[in-house]
C-alpha cells in the first residue's frame, strides 16, 4: 500500500487504489468520490466516543461502553424461528466474563476464533441469563497491553455518511492507511497569516483529527479548520467572479424617469416603499457601464414583477431586447399575459417561447395575439424585433439569437432563479455578448425569488449578487390567519372549508413529497410517481368521501404542461372548488379567490416552504386561511408550526429554518455539491462573515493569487466540484 500511495497524488482515481474492487468502486462514486482528495475529504458526520475501555466487572445495563478481552468461546445458532442466526461468544478480563451476542452476523466465526484478543464496543442489554454486550463492534488486537492501532473500539470513532453496502467501518479500513501515506503530503492552502491569526490547525494535523481525533475538542477544532477553509474557497470564488463582471462591458441605459412615471399612472395601486428603494437601486445599476447582476429577493405577493417590468420598459424604450425566463410554462404564460396587460400602451412587441408546443405566440399590442411558427419567431426576435422574449429554458437553446448590434439583448430576467441550473443562468448572460460599436456587451442580469434567503447564503453562494429586498406587502392585505390543525378537528376543519366554497370562495389542499425510510429507493420514488399515487388516492378520497358535492380537480408534477394549464385555467376561472396539488404549486399560481390553503403533512416542509404557500391565498379583499395538517406528536415539530403561526416576515423564517433544518433544505441548495459538514457552517453567521472579510482583504494585497499557487489551483479544483455560478 505504501509504495503505490508515493506513487499516487490527490488527483489519483479510486479505481487505482488498492483495496476498492470495482464494487465498492460505484458505491462510491454514489457518494461523489472519485479521487484520493474525494476519500480524505469525506468527513464523519458524527463521532462515537469509545475511547474509555473499562473493566468487565464494570460495566451496567443500559449503558454504552468499551471492553478489552479473550473469546473464551465462539459460535453460531439460530432462533427457534430458524428466521435469524445468533453469534454468541464469551470474553473474559482479569475482572471477569461477559456474554456478547451478534445479530445476523454469521461470517464472524470465520473471522473471530477462541483465544483472540478483541476490543469491543456498544450497549450492555439484560437477557434471560443476565447481561449481554449487545451486536458491537469489535476489533482484534495484537497487543494486548498497548491497545495499539485501534481504528474501530477503543478510541473516538468517526462516522461517516454511508450508501448502501457502503459501511463507516469499510470506510475507516480505507481511509486510514490512506492518510498515514497522504498527511504530510497535503498542500496547505491556507496562508500562514491567517491560520495564525485565526488560530486554525495545520492542514497535516486537521486531515488526522477530523478522522480519527485525540479528543472531541481536536475533532470539533479540525471541523472548525475545515469549516473555514472551504467558507474561504467559496467566499474567493464568488468574490474573484464579481471582480471579473466588473471589468466586463455592459449597455449603459439612462434613467428615464418621465417614463417610469407614466408606466407607473397606470397601475390601480401605488408603489410600496421597499418596491420604490428596488426599483431605484436597479435602474442606477442599469446606468452603469457594466454588468448589473442583482437578485430582486421578497415574499409571494410582494410585486417583484412589477419591479422588473420599470426596469425592462426602461431597457426596450432605450431601443435594446429584454430576456424573461421562468422556470414552468404555465409561469411563463403567466407572466406573458401580464407583460401584455401592462406594456398595452406601450407599442411592444411581445414574444412567448416554450419547449413543449410547436406553436408560439407573438403579440404585437394594439392588435389580436397572433399565433406564429417557432422559426417565424426565431427569425423576429434574430432581427430585432422582439421587444421582450418570455420563455421557459427554451430560451437558452442555442438557435435562440436576439438582435444584431444595438438592438440586442441587454437585460435578462430570470424569475426563481433557484429553479435554474448555474450553468443554465449563466449560459443566458454569458453566451449572449452582443457587438455594440467594437465591444462585446454582457446583458444586465436581474434574478428574482419569493424563497428568503438567509443573510449567511446571501453572503456566501450568492455572494457575487447584489442584493434588493422587498419586504413589505402591499397596503390593505388582511392577515392571514394561520392554524395548526390536529386530527381530532379535523373534521370540524372541513365543514369550515365547506362554507368557504357556499361563500364562492376556492381552495388549495397541498400534499408533501412521500419520503422513504428505506436505504434503497425504488424507481419510482425516484421519478416522482410515489408522490403522484399519493395525490391521486387522496384525492378519491376527498372527492367521494370529504367533499362529494364540491367539484375538485388535481395537479401534479407528472403532468404535460397543456394539462397543468388547463387545470389552472379551470381553476382560476371559478370552474373548481377545491385544487388538491402536490408542491408543484409552490411557484408562480395566482387565484385571487382562493382563501383556503390546507397544507398535509406540514411537518415535511420547511417554514420557508410552507410560507410560500401560505402566500397563495391572502391576495384579495377576502380574509384567508392557513390550514396546517400535521399528526406529528414531536415537540419540535409544533415549535416549527408555532414559528409560522407568530410570524408573517418570510426572511426571519428563513433564519429560523436554516437553524432548524440546514441550508440543505432549500430551494436548489443540493445542487450546489457542497459537503454536509460545511452547509452547517452556513449557520454561523460570525464564521461567514470572517471568511469574507478574509477573502476580501487577500484579494486586495494579491487579486491573481500570484504568490499562493497553492491556494489558486485549489481554488480552480474547487470551482470544478462546487458548482457555484
Not at 478489552?68 to 471477569?96: C, F, H, N, P, Y
Not at 415574499?299 to 435594446?320: F, Q, W
Not at 398595452?344 to 405566440?361: A, P, S, V
Amino acid at each position: 500500500m505504501k509504495t503505490m500511495a508515493m506513487a499516487m497524488d490527490l488527483s489519483t482515481p479510486i479505481e487505482q487504489i488498492a483495496r476498492i474492487g470495482v464494487v465498492f468502486q460505484k458505491k462510491l462514486k454514489k457518494l461523489g468520490i472519485k479521487t484520493v482528495r474525494d476519500i480524505l475529504y469525506h468527513f464523519p458526520h458524527r463521532y462515537e466516543d469509545f475511547s474509555n475501555i473499562i473493566p468487565i466487572s464494570k460495566v451496567k445495563a443500559n449503558e454504552n461502553c468499551c471492553i478489552l478481552g479473550e473469546i473464551l468461546e465462539i459460535k453460531d445458532s439460530r432462533t427457534w424461528k430458524r428466521k435469524m442466526i445468533l453469534t454468541k461468544a464469551v470474553v473474559q478480563d482479569k475482572t471477569g466474563a461477559i456474554k456478547v451476542v451478534w445479530f445476523n452476523q454469521p461470517y464472524l466465526t470465520k473471522t473471530l476464533k477462541p483465544k483472540d484478543n478483541v476490543c469491543l464496543a456498544g450497549k450492555i442489554t439484560i437477557g434471560d441469563d443476565g447481561l449481554h454486550l449487545s451486536n458491537p463492534a469489535y476489533e482484534k488486537i495484537t497487543n494486548y497491553k498497548t491497545q495499539t492501532n485501534l481504528i474501530h473500539t477503543g478510541r473516538i470513532v468517526p462516522v461517516y455518511p454511508e450508501t448502501e453496502g457502503l459501511s463507516s467501518r469499510w470506510l475507516r479500513y480505507i481511509i486510514k492507511p490512506l492518510l498515514m501515506s497522504f498527511k504530510n503530503r497535503i498542500p496547505e492552502i491556507i496562508p500562514k497569516e491567517i491560520i495564525q491569526k485565526e488560530k486554525l490547525l495545520s492542514i497535516e494535523k486537521a486531515i488526522w483529527q477530523i478522522h480519527f481525533p485525540d479528543s472531541i475538542t481536536l475533532a470539533e477544532k479540525a471541523q472548525k479548520r475545515f469549516s473555514f477553509e472551504e467558507l474561504f474557497l467559496i467566499e474567493l470564488a464568488v468574490l474573484r467572479a464579481r471582480m471579473k463582471l466588473n471589468k466586463e462591458k455592459a449597455i449603459a441605459i439612462p434613467m428615464d424617469i418621465e417614463l417610469v412615471k407614466k408606466f407607473v399612472k397606470t397601475f390601480s395601486f401605488k408603489l410600496t416603499d421597499a418596491q420604490k428603494k428596488s426599483t431605484w437601486q436597479i435602474l442606477k445599476d442599469l446606468e452603469k457601464p457594466r454588468p448589473m447582476n442583482r437578485l430582486l429577493e421578497g415574499d409571494v405577493g410582494s410585486g417583484k414583477t412589477i419591479v422588473a417590468l420599470i426596469a425592462g420598459l426602461e431597457i426596450i424604450k432605450a431601443g435594446y431586447q429584454v430576456a424573461f425566463m421562468a422556470p414552468t410554462e404555465i409561469l411563463a404564460k403567466q407572466h406573458f399575459k401580464e407583460v401584455s396587460s401592462r406594456f398595452k400602451d406601450f407599442n411592444i412587441n411581445i414574444g412567448l417561447l416554450t419547449g413543449k408546443e410547436d406553436k408560439f405566440i407573438s403579440k404585437k399590442l394594439k392588435e389580436e395575439t397572433i399565433e406564429i411558427s417557432r422559426n417565424k419567431l426565431l427569425e423576429k426576435t434574430s432581427m430585432g424585433e422582439i421587444n421582450i422574449l418570455i420563455g421557459t429554458h427554451a430560451l437558452i437553446q442555442d438557435k435562440v439569437k436576439f438582435g444584431p448590434g444595438p438592438s440586442g439583448l441587454a437585460l435578462v430576467i430570470l424569475d426563481e432563479q433557484h429553479r435554474f441550473g448555474v450553468e443554465q443562468r449563466a449560459k443566458l448572460t454569458r453566451d449572449r455578448k452582443g457587438t455594440v460599436e467594437g465591444q462585446s456587451p454582457l446583458p444586465h442580469l436581474l434574478s428574482m425569488t419569493a424563497t428568503p434567503i438567509p443573510r449567511s447564503l446571501a453572503l456566501t453562494i450568492y455572494g457575487d449578487l447584489d442584493l434588493s429586498l422587498i419586504d413589505e406587502l402591499p397596503k390593505g392585505r388582511k392577515k392571514i390567519i394561520t392554524k395548526v390543525i390536529p386530527p381530532a378537528e379535523r373534521e370540524k376543519t372541513y365543514d369550515f372549508i365547506k362554507k368557504e366554497v357556499k361563500k364562492g370562495r376556492q381552495i388549495f389542499i397541498i400534499y408533501p413529497r412521500i419520503e422513504s425510510g428505506k436505504t434503497e429507493i425504488t424507481k419510482d420514488e425516484i421519478s416522482g410517481w410515489t408522490e403522484v399515487k399519493a395525490v391521486k388516492e387522496e384525492y378519491e378520497r376527498l372527492s367521494k368521501e370529504i367533499f362529494p358535492k364540491l367539484k375538485l380537480s388535481m395537479l401534479h408534477g407528472k403532468m404535460t404542461p397543456k394539462e397543468k394549464e388547463r387545470i389552472m385555467q379551470g381553476f382560476k376561472n371559478k370552474k373548481t372548488d377545491v385544487l388538491v396539488s402536490t408542491s408543484v404549486i409552490e411557484v408562480g399560481i395566482d387565484i385571487p379567490n382562493a382563501t383556503v390553503m390546507l397544507i398535509e403533512g406540514a411537518e415535511r416542509f420547511g417554514l420557508a416552504q410552507l410560507h410560500q404557500f401560505r402566500g397563495r391565498v391572502g391576495r384579495s379583499k377576502y380574509q384567508s386561511y392557513c390550514f396546517l395538517f400535521t399528526d406529528s406528536p414531536a415537540k419540535k415539530t409544533h415549535q416549527r408550526l408555532k414559528a409560522l403561526i407568530s410570524s408573517e416576515n418570510g426572511f426571519e423564517l428563513a433564519e429560523k429554518d436554516l437553524k432548524i433544518r440546514g441550508p440543505g433544505n432549500f430551494s436548489g441548495a443540493r445542487q450546489w455539491g457542497i459537503p454536509d459538514l460545511i452547509m452547517n457552517s452556513f449557520k454561523d453567521i460570525s464564521l461567514v462573515e470572517k471568511t469574507r472579510q478574509t477573502a476580501k482583504e487577500l484579494l486586495e494585497q494579491d487579486p491573481e493569487l500570484k504568490n499562493y499557487p497553492f491556494l489558486l489551483e485549489r481554488l480552480k479544483q474547487f470551482r470544478e466540484t462546487i458548482h457555484l455560478e
